[in-house]
């Protein structure tokens, strides 16, 4: 399946063997540099977004022209607050994600951020205003320093370890044999899912970006570092734009928005309150549907449930 994705096809030039290291073609696909089409405009502005407001302005898009996989889509993400996207696999949770990275360019329509459209500004600026934090979060042979400074090469020693300590990520990092300068990667030491994510966190509040892209985890995570992933996250989300891709009931009923897609469309959006007084709604359903089996708002749900 992954080498139907663009991205993996060119990482198969480059000779990484996916099987081993695969584990987020977009986050590699934005590393290694290697996408030539969502060239800058000649003399394109940078970006100078400072409330990080988002907004889909009649978006629509297909990877390839014969299927379109949004259409119509317009919504906004409040600056500071937080809104989740639900929807059953294939809906387009992700692609909504990737484009506002600017990973593709749309078919119409237009993506706002502050009321400038992405596409008219340099990518570069666009995505020094936005963190993200993938389910399968990508770590590159190097030291724990050096993955966690990937969100801002610029950022100090002391910079890096107040990130690790936010996300609660200092904890394991100096019980390691080498602290921060321990090896991970492929040939490095071996981290767990919630290590990882702790690091992917820790990278996202040393980015320091106004926007913050959440794909969050649908495996399990050992009850301890489930906790602690979760408290890493609701700091990096206090006063960020966030936009997450919700797996667990908690984060939904939580979020300030949440928006319920099919199909590639935006089929109902408010707030929980908002959604659940919909009659026989979609959402009002899956609500129903994941307490009665046993789903409390703070255990995980399954994106299943949403069809
Ligand atoms: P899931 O919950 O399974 O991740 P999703 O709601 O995030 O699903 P998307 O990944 O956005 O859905 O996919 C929307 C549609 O676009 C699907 O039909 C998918 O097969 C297709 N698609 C996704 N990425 C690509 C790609 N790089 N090339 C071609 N088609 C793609």
Redesign the pocket.
């Given at each position: 399946l992954l080498l139907?994705?663009?991205p993996a096809r060119k990482l198969a030039r480059v000779q990484v063997n996916l099987e081993r290291t695969l584990v987020n073609a977009r986050m590699i696909y934005e590393l290694l540099d290697v996408e030539p089409r969502q060239q800058d405009k000649p003399g394109a502005p940078v970006l100078t977004a400072t409330r990080g407001e988002v907004r889909f302005d009649k978006v629509s898009f297909g990877?390839?022209p014969e299927r379109k996989?949004l259409q119509d889509v317009s919504f906004v993400a409040e600056a500071g607050k937080t809104t989740a996207i639900i929807?059953s696999?294939?809906?387009?949770?992700?692609?909504?994600v990737s484009l506002i990275q600017r990973f593709y360019d749309l078919n119409a329509g237009a993506i706002r951020i502050d009321g400038t459209d992405i596409a008219q500004v340099t990518k570069a600026s666009l995505r020094s205003h936005i963190a993200y934090v993938s389910q399968q979060p990508y770590l590159f042979e190097g030291t724990i320093r050096d993955n966690i400074r990937y969100g801002r090469p610029g950022a100090t020693d002391a910079e890096i370890e107040q990130a690790a300590r936010l996300a609660h990520a200092d904890e394991f990092i100096e019980r390691m044999p080498d602290g921060y300068d321990t090896l991970v990667g492929e040939n490095g030491m071996t981290l767990s899912g919630g290590q990882r994510q702790r690091i992917s966190i820790a990278r996202a509040i040393v980015r320091n970006a106004p926007i913050l892209l959440l794909d969050e985890a649908t495996s399990a995570l050992d009850n301890e570092s489930e906790a602690l992933v979760q408290e890493a996250l609701d700091t990096v989300m206090k006063g960020r734009t966030t936009i997450v891709?919700a797996h667990r009931l908690s984060t939904v009923v939580n979020a300030d928005h949440i928006i319920v897609?099919e199909a590639g469309s935006i089929i109902e959006e408010g707030t929980h309150e908002q959604l659940l007084a919909i009659t026989n709604g979609v959402y009002a359903r899956f609500y129903t549907m994941q307490t009665a089996r046993g789903e409390t708002p703070d255990g995980a749900v399954s994106?299943q449930g949403v069809s």
């Open positions: 139907a994705y663009d990877y390839t996989v929807g696999s294939g809906a387009g949770k992700s692609t909504i891709i897609m994106q």
